[in-house]
């Protein structure tokens, strides 16, 4: 019974990884390792066995590799002159196989956290966006309106919001929601040491 929960559990994994692969866009950039998404989606039964068994040490080990944290920067001009570097738009591309890691994690994590999050946020929630977002303001507003109601509307833009969080504040607020203390250090480790570099072509 133990061996086929084990074999069952793998299994589980495996088609973790295949079903997060297909998220990966399919298109020829590559992070530090050099290996396209587009190859990794198209040869990703051949890499999930593998996958699933780099996947477990980590777990075990509670340890991100360090390629894994290594960023490639490739600044596209967004519009005027060229030789002005605030004219550029930096993207950060990262090996496609932490992408697949941090999908499994992500949806892992979701799933347990989901229901602690405000039904008032709209940002980074499944089912709903911007679009959503607007539909309730408005909503809201009308409804407002219609009783003669006053209305107070406050907008922020914090530049580079999520570049500059705290990372010891994020780390607080997931201990303070349930997360283990083997979690906690996963994502210490993934949010540690990191380091990029920028490449002038992709």
Request: aromatic fraction near 12%.
């Amino acid at each position: 019974m133990i061996f086929f929960t084990q074999i069952t559990i793998q299994f589980l994994f495996l088609l973790s990884i295949i079903r997060a692969s297909k998220k990966l866009k399919n298109k020829f950039t590559s992070g530090v390792d050099h290996i396209p998404s587009f190859l990794v989606k198209d040869c990703i039964h051949s890499f999930a066995k593998p996958l699933s068994l780099i996947f477990n040490i980590i777990l075990r080990n509670i340890l991100i590799p360090k390629i894994w944290k290594v960023t490639k920067i490739c600044p596209v001009l967004k519009s005027g002159d060229a030789a002005l570097i605030t004219n550029y738009r930096p993207i950060a591309i990262l090996c496609n196989f932490a992408k697949i890691f941090e999908i499994i994690l992500y949806d892992s994590i979701y799933r347990s956290v989901r229901t602690l999050v405000s039904p008032h946020q709209h940002g980074f929630m499944k089912n709903r966006s911007t679009v959503t977002n607007l539909a309730c303001i408005t909503h809201s507003l009308s409804e407002t309106l219609n009783d003669r109601g006053q209305i107070d509307v406050i907008y922020t833009d914090i530049q580079k919001a999520f570049d500059q969080i705290d990372h010891r504040i994020l780390l607080s607020k997931l201990k303070a929601i349930g997360f283990s203390s083997q979690l906690l250090n996963l994502m210490q480790s993934y949010f540690s040491d990191r380091f990029q570099y920028v490449k002038t072509w992709w």
